[in-house]
């Protein structure tokens, strides 16, 4: 990678790349609890800050100034070092824990046009000049970066006092972790005895993994156990990756008088100072340090946008499973209905019970085949004598439909709602849906589904009479009625399974065998089938888009919980986007 010189601009094709990355990642929503989400979503949250706090406005402005953040455990002493280097209190420093609550960053005069703006941690408001270090409410939300000018600062460098990394407030945790992820360099504050502790290792070893810039200050250290407590710390620090880390010694000092800011001694604060001079004297070195830090916060980028990639795609895999499983339920009600409609399960109980007040069983399949005129005649003189029989029939066939859909559709429901608590990711979905009692529920569901059947028997009837509008068919079929032969229509439809049987095949006791051949007479035996297929698929079609209505709500919240399917896919070419543009190298 050729790397820009510090007093160049920033450079596009680095930059450009960056920002879609971080785009692409704070777009991303990982909303199912799916194993391992608070790790990926507390990756996702460091990673868009990193890269808005720090790696894109490093990548803009190699030249701009180093910013050293002093981080490290609870009463460390880390305000009294930032105190101290600067030479006068421009950071709080008090017994009571937790000390720093609002970050204080201090920068020499000249170099203030750098850190006015938001260019550099721009979630945080500024506050500048004596209201940086005015105390905040306890338990107040971090929300603002106390901004100080110090003619002793060194030019190019500014240091960033920040919370305790083990503070007992959550917020202060947060921000601290924040803050370091910001920085060009590390000024890890420990003290000899704290230096073991977890928290702050982990920090450290972030910071190896990074490659970032780090420095130790091992303070409070007592008298004569300096030699053997540095060793130790040596090793350790050997240990993480971390020997190339300066280790500065700081000994322990007497409580200062009171009403006295704490002041640590110049033999001991000096080498610190002239350090950070060292850093900051020319542009070049700058530049290095910068350019070092960058390229590790990036590849710890790429490393963790692998991460939050993996956990887009499960969120992914898991909402598609979840419709899958509304989808397969529902379309198996579908399925569960016409099956029904076809194999002859209507035609029992109080269907068949109606059609036999006319017809009967035995007597016209006798005779059926011999006398079907007579049976025709038969069939139009019974029912214009008797409308109440047809009327009937049109009932039962009615109330068996209507009582097949609704428990068609309840069970839908059930199924969806029993696979969905068994899914990954399924109780998160199921929250805002709520079970309703099937008391509450049924009454609106079958009044839904008997407007639709009788919308159903309304234009099958229309097909049968816009069929008997041609004259061939049409004194045969007024001989025999309109809605008579839709009954009948209705009855083939029942009993119609791949295309009319024939009367080889009696269903509920040639029951459809006595409707399709009375229709044949009428209308001819290609008309039936096709009145049959056409009243059918309507049928199947308005079940089906009563279904899909039923199936919305379940849809609907997965599309409310925003998880996108290309997620994945877009992180991972937004990271080689990154890779190619030799913004990591």
Do not use: C
Not at 136 to 156: I, K, N, S
Not at 477 to 490: D, F, K, P, Q, R
């Amino acid at each position: 990678m050729t790397h820009p010189s510090p007093a160049t601009g920033p450079r596009d094709d680095v930059v450009a790349p960056l920002r879609a990355l971080e785009q692409r990642l704070a777009e991303t929503v990982l909303p199912l609890e799916l194993p391992g989400v608070d790790v990926a979503r507390a990756r996702r949250r460091s990673l868009v800050d990193q890269l808005a706090d720090y790696i894109v406005p490093r990548a803009e402005r190699l030249e701009a100034p180093l910013l050293a953040v002093v981080g490290g455990s609870t009463g460390a002493g880390k305000s009294t070092l930032v105190n101290s280097l600067v030479g006068q209190e421009v950071t709080r420093a008090s017994a009571i824990r937790p000390t720093t609550r609002r970050p204080v960053l201090v920068h020499h005069p000249d170099d203030a046009a750098w850190f006015s703006d938001d260019r550099v941690l721009p979630g945080l408001a500024r506050v500048h000049g004596a209201a940086a270090e005015e105390p905040l409410e306890e338990d107040a939300e971090v929300t603002e970066l106390g901004v100080v000018a110090a003619a002793t600062v060194p030019r190019g460098l500014a240091l960033l006092d920040a919370p305790d990394i083990d503070s007992v407030v959550a917020g202060n945790r947060r921000l601290a972790g924040q803050l370091l992820a910001a920085a060009d360099l590390w000024i890890f504050v420990t003290t000899a005895s704290r230096y073991a502790d977890a928290v702050p290792w982990e920090l450290l070893r972030t910071a190896a993994a990074r490659r970032a810039v780090v420095a130790v200050v091992l303070d409070r250290v007592p008298p004569g156990t300096a030699g053997e407590i540095r060793t130790d710390l040596a090793d350790r620090l050997h240990a993480e990756g971390l020997a190339h880390a300066p280790l500065f010694v700081v000994s322990e000092q007497p409580p200062p008088p009171p009403g006295r800011p704490a002041q640590l001694p110049e033999p001991d604060v000096g080498p610190i100072r002239s350090w950070l001079e060292g850093l900051a004297a020319d542009a070049v070195t700058r530049a290095g340090v910068a350019r070092q830090t960058l390229a590790g916060a990036v590849a710890d980028v790429l490393a963790g946008t692998v991460v939050v990639a993996a956990a887009a795609e499960a969120q992914a895999r898991a909402v598609q499973d979840l419709d899958d499983a509304a989808g397969d339920h529902h379309a198996a009600a579908l399925g569960a209905v016409m099956a029904a409609t076809e194999d002859g399960t209507l035609l029992r109980g109080e269907v068949l019970a109606r059609w036999q007040e006319f017809v009967g069983t035995g007597e016209w399949l006798r005779g059926i085949e011999a006398a079907v005129g007579r049976l025709r005649d038969r069939v139009a003189g019974f029912l214009r004598g008797r409308p109440g029989t047809q009327a009937r029939a049109e009932e039962a066939i009615e109330s068996g439909l209507v009582t097949l859909v609704v428990a068609e559709v309840e069970r839908a429901e059930r199924e969806t709602r029993r696979a969905w608590q068994g899914l990954p990711g399924g109780y998160t979905a199921l929250e805002p849906l709520p079970e309703q009692p099937a008391a509450a529920v049924r009454p609106r569901l079958a009044e839904e589904v008997a407007a639709e059947v009788r919308d159903w028997q309304r234009a099958l009837l229309d097909r049968v009479r816009a069929e008997g509008e041609d004259r061939r068919v049409r004194a045969r079929m007024l001989s025999l009625g309109v809605n008579a032969s839709g009954v009948s229509l209705m009855l083939v439809v029942f009993a119609f399974s791949g295309g009319l049987t024939g009367i080889e095949i009696g269903v509920a006791g040639g029951t459809a065998v006595v409707g399709q051949k009375v229709l044949e007479m009428v209308f001819g035996d290609q008309a039936v089938r096709e009145l049959a297929r056409a009243a059918q698929r309507d049928l199947e079609e308005r079940v089906a888009r009563l279904l899909e209505e039923h199936r919305r709500p379940w849809t609907e919240r997965l599309s409310e919980l925003a998880v996108d399917a290309d997620a994945a896919t877009a992180l991972r070419d937004a990271a080689d986007a990154v890779r190619a543009a030799g913004a990591a190298a």
